[in-house]
């Protein structure tokens, strides 16, 4: 099975501008969480979306929005870009409700400049 | 809310030599825990889980962890340790529900030395 896949791998954007990340998770998995990893606040968790639905959300501003799609795909959204956004997205999958393993991608590093 | 602290920001140790990196909790509820791995430039990969049963769960590459719930800790061991196991070492919890969120500590960076 093909993992977690994360595109672009590497992204560079401009204050203002918006951003939008993807997240292929293994195949059969309906469940995909995001999570910010910053030198200064460390992993931090975004929300999570299971079967088109989120079902949870972190404590971030509106500006963060995400989507998953029917195939289980999901997007992440930032808007406004700030210099603070600069981070390593990581999106995990897991396969059902209640599972207890999380799989991630290798993730997305964003640059703010 | 659940909380998870990881002491050592850095641990350094030589091969071959033990190594003990440190996780505690703090939870109103009962949690899942887990250990992930970072290698430089990757995403995390899961070492070792507790779930329930055994409070001793060991991994496939010679890690070891022990829940003591009395301490809310989670420390991970292990008795030898190579170059290859220098990477960030995050402990995290989730709740017993059927949602996925992990909470991570701020990890520990282990530094095998030759």
């Known amino acids: 099975k093909a993992g977690v896949t994360q595109t672009p791998r590497y992204l560079i954007k401009t204050r203002g501008q918006q951003v939008t990340l993807s997240c292929s998770p293994i195949?059969?998995?309906?469940?995909v969480s995001w999570y910010q990893q910053t030198p200064g606040q460390g992993l931090q968790f975004l929300f999570e979306?299971?079967?088109?639905?989120?079902?949870n959300k972190g404590n971030f501003p509106g500006r963060f929005s995400g989507r998953q799609f029917s195939n289980s795909r999901s997007e992440m959204n930032v808007s406004t870009l700030e210099l603070g956004d600069s981070a390593l997205y990581l999106c995990a999958s897991s396969s059902q409700e209640g599972s207890t393993e999380a799989f991630f991608g290798q993730g997305t590093r964003l640059t703010v400049v | 809310a659940q909380s998870v602290t990881q002491l050592d920001s850095q641990v350094p140790v030589f091969e071959e030599a033990p190594v003990e990196l440190r996780c505690n909790y703090s939870?109103?509820?009962?949690?899942?825990l887990f250990w992930y791995v970072q290698y430089p430039n990757q995403g995390l990969q899961l070492l070792l889980k507790y779930l329930s049963g055994s409070t001793l769960v060991e991994s496939i590459n010679g890690f070891e962890a022990e829940f003591n719930k009395s301490q809310t800790s989670f420390h991970l061991r292990k008795p030898s340790v190579h170059i290859s196991d220098t990477a960030e070492y995050f402990c995290a919890v989730s709740k017993m529900d059927s949602s996925y969120k992990l909470i991570f500590g701020s990890g520990t960076r282990l530094l095998v030395r030759p």
């Open positions: 939870s109103s509820v009962s949690v899942y």
């Open positions: 195949s059969g998995h309906r469940s």
């Open positions: 979306y299971f079967s088109e639905t989120q079902r």
